[in-house]
């Protein structure tokens, strides 16, 4: 398989514990993209990387999240001290530039923060 | 800001039922708007829309840009149960791909 991948599938945590999820993207792209979608919302934009760099960050992400794209191949992301409005489905994309913008999803880290 | 809004938030329709989803924004220097279905969890990409007034056509459906309106739609023509899902419009500036809140649509046998 060779879309994007995203691990885990789930992850149940407990309030104030630290999480940390990964994303493969497609190899030959160099966009990636973080969102968060809860219930009946679409997906709210978090953060993106072309290659390493870090571009643009949204003010949802407080100083808790942190992500990361060390080598520009896989990315990170990592909630601290977990809340329990931090409860959503956490989606990664990739795209290639400049030209082609279509987004390639992975599955998904359905997070639960009791 | 930029936003991206979607309407109807739902729509119940019966098969055969042919629907209109509806996408405007407010987006500075856009670059392309995208259509996407989500029934589970991965969105999977329908349409990218870059020029107005070239309608896009894959079988059933079909989604056009009008850039003066800021909007776009998608048509889905003679609506079989396994149309339900979310439909998800995203627009992309220079920077980022931002989306609507998604219209679930449900269609009764």
């Known amino acids: 398989d060779t879309g994007v991948s995203q691990n885990p599938r789930h992850k149940i945590t407990k309030r104030g514990q630290n999480v940390t999820f990964r994303c493969d993207p497609i190899?030959?792209?160099?966009?990636l993209y973080w969102y968060r979608q809860t219930l009946g919302q679409g997906p709210e934009f978090l953060t993106y990387f072309q290659n390493e760099a870090q571009l643009e960050k949204s003010r949802l992400l407080s100083d808790r999240f942190s992500a990361e794209r060390p080598k520009g191949s896989f990315s990170t992301l990592e909630i601290q001290r977990t809340e329990q409005g931090d409860s959503a489905m956490y989606l990664c994309?990739?795209?290639?530039?400049?030209?082609?913008?279509?987004?390639?999803f992975g599955s998904g880290t359905q997070l639960s923060v009791l | 800001e930029d936003k991206v809004v979607q309407s109807p938030l739902s729509l119940v329709v019966h098969e055969g039922d042919t629907v209109t989803l509806n996408c405007s924004y407010e987006v500075t220097n856009f670059r392309s708007l995208l259509w996407y279905k989500q029934e589970k969890k991965a969105p999977t990409f329908l349409f990218m829309l870059t020029s107005s007034g070239i309608e896009k056509k894959s079988g059933r459906l079909s989604s056009i840009l009008d850039k003066k309106e800021l909007s776009s739609i998608l048509n889905i023509t003679a609506t079989q149960t396994g149309d339900s899902a979310i439909y998800l419009c995203?627009?992309?500036?220079?920077?980022?791909?931002?989306f609507g809140a998604g219209t679930r649509l449900t269609v009764k046998p």
């Open positions: 994309a990739s795209s290639s530039t400049p030209v082609n913008e279509k987004l390639f």
């Open positions: 995203a627009v992309g500036d220079n920077n980022d791909m931002r």
């Open positions: 190899s030959e792209h160099n966009r």
